[in-house]
């Protein structure tokens, strides 16, 4: 017997939208999909889904958030529509649109980060009430307290994190949901919307000693330092007072400036140039090579996948291709970082990290690159380059946010 939808149903959303990736942690679940939606036309609607058994559809409704099917109604969103959503949108072979890693428009003018962040909300709203037992032909209503982030660059401009919060805060939105044959609705209010800046939340946490990364950070210190492993201790790293954070996203890569403890927005800076850019003009090399890759989205998942031994040595190529186009993004890294350290003078530390990073890090020159640029501000002393470990580096924002969203409970 399905249960009555009328107790208030209070959700904290940690909410980390990257250009490539959205990764959540939304009431202690950790979710992550693709920063994607593929537009439905009439044509495109699959039938509802159908189930056999009982299991099937408890199968179903735990990947329910990879099977998004929606259409907005909110004032923040002006275009019209039903979306695939994610892995969905990736799955359906259907033309996919993501953020333009390449225009000047900022990630809080889009309707696509607000698609992404109310079907994230409502996605788990359904799920969580199908595991309730709550009756789904009726309403679902979530009021929502959220942290959120964008890109230094952006969010230094006047009003934009404000403009940004307020896109969620000032009306209610419905999310509806088109898998059944009975449509879901879900109505979603937010309590209160903090917007961070990105870069910042990461340093927040590394400096929070969170569990096992601190013990990454010294191995990586002492490795690439051993002269100076025994003098410098872990806290001596995660309490540094005096720090740059570089985050290599996908659209993006924010160098944040900790000066005397705090956040420096006006030396930090955003290079509006990440690891889609890579794969962008890898996209385009290897369609000169006669490899079907059409967008930046499908190379990645390739790159994710799991393949069989028929295709490893064609995702090698494929991988390598993209490994000749990182260097371009470490120049322009040195070059923003030269940039901030003109203002963020007495820097002794820098920490690199984001999803962009993992690569980076043994298939580019940029950790050399750094450490020479570093001594041309520092009268020729090693400024240590750590970079945090790949079990770590893309969720450092997400994992910061979630000490925001704790506190807005």
Known sequence: MS??????YIMSVANDLGYGSVKANIDGEDIKFPSVVSAERPQDIAAPIEFDTDADRDEYMKNFLNTMDVSVSSNAVKVAGRFLVGNAAVNSGLNLRQFDVNDYTGKSETDLAVILTLSL??????????????????????????????????????????????????????????????????????NNVYVALEGETAQMLISSDYDGLSDKIKADFDKNYPDMKDEVAVN???ESRNVLGIDIGEGTTDIVAIINGKANPAASTSLPQGYGNVLQEAVRVLQDQQMNFEERSQLQSFLN??????????????????????????????????QTMRTAKDTELVFVYGGG???????????????????SFSGGYDVPVVWIDKEYAQLLNELGLQL???ALK
């Open 121 to 190: 909300i409502a996605g788990k709203r359904v799920k969580e009430a199908y595991a309730k037992g709550e009756d789904l032909k009726e309403t679902l209503k979530a009021k929502v307290n959220m942290a959120t982030a964008l890109p230094i660059s952006e969010g230094k401009k006047n009003n934009a994190k404000d403009n940004y919060r307020q896109r969620y805060m000032d009306s209610t939105h419905t999310v509806t949901f088109h898998n059944f044959k009975d449509p879901i609705t879900v109505s979603i209010e937010f």
């Open 3 to 8: 249960q009555s939808n009328t107790k208030e």
């Open 404 to 406: 925001i969203a704790n």
């Open 236 to 238: 001596d790293l995660i």
């Open 357 to 375: 990073s993992i690569p980076m890090e043994d298939e580019s020159n940029l950790r050399e690159k750094l450490s020479t640029k570093l001594k």
């Open 305 to 338: 996948e799991k393949v069989s031994p028929l295709r490893r040595a064609r995702q090698d190529k494929v991988r390598n291709v993209v490994y000749e186009q990182l260097e371009p993004l470490a120049d322009n890294i040195i070059n923003a970082v030269s």
